[in-house]
């Protein structure tokens, strides 16, 4: 099972662009990269799923290099609603249980 | 509104008593998973049923089981609690057919369950 490293914590500012970088070294040639979103006393959320290169949706932008060891949410002008705990995750094909939600990266957006 | 549906949002128990988390899954989606959050541990995943059968375990404890009925709504039965059970419990449910990995999971608002 591939794990995840990502930083625990990130401040930014309102109208900022956040880029929260996370690393997968043993990412498996099925495996997709998935992001979620979570606000205190609530389910996580679906951001972005990608596989390889950029994917971009009406929420943020997902950035993958060619090797795939890594990748990078990136958030377009914050706001203080954006202020929420983001997991990156490692998705093997048609395996939901084996994905593994790590620490997360608590975002903290001031105004 | 992820279309997952949760009962009860929040229990309060004693030590030793028996609880049953109930989850109504999104409309079409087969698939129901099982998620523990407690503050010191993460979301921690429980165990899968897919259209009726268990399909997958995790970090489920003995005392612990759950089960999917044929509406597709899930039961998940917590016995002999101890303190450590307290935590929030997600339920999450998928379409696995959808191209893309596992495609996107839906979670519900939770059940917070606190053990006194």
């Known amino acids: 099972l591939a794990k995840t490293t990502q930083p625990i914590s990130m401040d930014s500012y309102e109208g900022q662009e956040v880029n929260i970088t996370c690393s997968h070294n043993n990412i498996a040639t099925n495996d997709y990269i998935t992001w979620y979103q979570q606000f205190p006393s609530q389910g996580p959320r679906f951001i972005i799923q990608g596989y390889k290169t950029k994917v971009t949706n009406e929420v943020a932008s997902l950035f993958i290099p060619a090797d795939r060891k890594s990748s990078t949410l990136s958030l377009p002008r914050v706001s203080l609603s954006d202020t929420a705990v983001y997991y990156c995750?490692?998705?093997?094909?048609?395996?939901?249980?084996?994905?593994?939600f790590g620490s997360g990266t608590r975002l903290s957006i001031r105004p | 509104d992820s279309g997952v549906t949760q009962t009860p949002k929040h229990l309060i128990t004693a030590t030793g008593q028996r609880v049953t988390l109930r989850c109504s899954p999104r409309?079409?989606?087969?698939?129901v998973y099982w998620y523990q959050q407690s503050l010191d541990q993460g979301l921690q995943f429980l165990i899968q049923y897919y259209n009726g059968e268990e399909r997958a375990k995790g970090n489920i404890l003995e005392r612990f089981s759950a089960q999917q009925f044929p509406d597709l709504h899930s039961e998940l039965n917590l016995s002999s609690l101890e303190l450590g059970d307290s935590a929030l419990y997600f339920c999450?449910?998928?379409?696995?057919?959808?191209?893309?990995?596992?495609?996107?999971?839906?979670f519900g608002e939770g059940s917070r369950l606190t053990v006194l």
């Open positions: 995750l490692v998705d093997p094909y048609s395996s939901a249980s084996k994905i593994i």
């Open positions: 409309s079409g989606d087969l698939s």
């Open positions: 999450a449910s998928s379409d696995p057919s959808l191209a893309g990995g596992t495609g996107e999971l839906f």
